[in-house]
């Protein structure tokens, strides 16, 4: 089964920006490769998704490696606000579910 | 817009009874997922439910069901609790066509706790 691989935890400073990465070296052509986020004591959070080519929305953009064997969450500027667990999902086109690994735990200092 | 929302938000029960958690979806949204989250992991699929019938299970035994109703809430059920089974229960409501492709919204969650 494909899965992801995300470096435990990063810490960043505040107002700078944030590469969140993430390896997916088994992902097939049809899946798609999705971002949620988790505040404390919150459920997830929708936050990006994409297939080949980079995306970009108002909280993030999503860079994607030409073969598809890794990604690349962008925060353009950081606050306090981002700091929550991210997770890069894959979600297999054959069954549609989503493949959560465990993420990792982005620290922002002020 | 209330946005998902879970009842109970804390739940402590003892292995080999029953549970039964609920969720109420977003406004408009017509698909309720079940998810359960163990500490500092990510959540598990459990299953998926649209027009009152399972769509989609994942690895999870059958202990573990669910139900939808006319107005989309949904509801899961486990038996026969085990110890494992302590962890966060997420609910996430979408809209059918967007399900599989776009974002799903997340309710807080219910905390069950087996002893």
């Known amino acids: 089964d494909a899965k992801t691989t995300q470096p435990n935890s990063m810490e960043s400073n505040e107002e700078e920006p944030v590469h969140l990465p993430c390896n997916h070296s088994?992902?097939?052509?049809?899946?798609?490769i999705h971002w949620y986020r988790q505040l404390p004591s919150q459920g997830p959070e929708y936050v990006i998704h994409?297939?080949?080519?980079?995306v970009n929305n108002r909280m993030a953009s999503l860079a994607i490696a030409e073969d598809r064997k890794s990604s690349t969450l962008i925060l353009h500027r950081a606050t306090l606000r981002d700091a929550a667990v991210y997770y890069c999902?894959?979600?297999?086109?054959?069954?549609?579910?989503?493949?959560w690994g465990a993420g990792t735990k982005l620290i922002i200092k002020p | 817009d209330a946005g998902v929302t879970q009842s109970p938000t804390h739940l402590i029960k003892t292995r080999g009874q029953q549970v039964t958690l609920r969720c109420s979806p977003k406004?408009?949204?017509?698909?309720v997922s079940w998810y359960q989250q163990a500490l500092g992991q990510g959540p598990q699929f459990i299953f998926q439910?649209?027009?009152?019938?399972?769509?989609q299970r994942g690895n999870f035994p059958d202990r573990f069901s669910g139900h939808q109703f006319p107005n989309y809430s949904s509801e899961l059920n486990v038996n026969a609790l085990l110890l494992g089974d302590s962890a966060l229960y997420l609910c996430?409501?979408?809209?059918?066509?967007?399900?599989?492709?776009?974002?799903?919204?997340f309710g807080p969650g219910t905390r069950l706790t087996v002893t």
């Open positions: 996430a409501s979408s809209l059918a066509l967007a399900a599989l492709l776009y974002e799903q919204y």
């Open positions: 406004s408009g949204h017509d698909t």
């Open positions: 439910y649209y027009e009152e019938e399972e769509r």
């Open positions: 088994t992902i097939s052509g049809t899946d798609y």
């Open positions: 994409g297939l080949t080519s980079n």
């Open positions: 999902i894959l979600r297999r086109d054959s069954n549609y579910q989503l493949i």
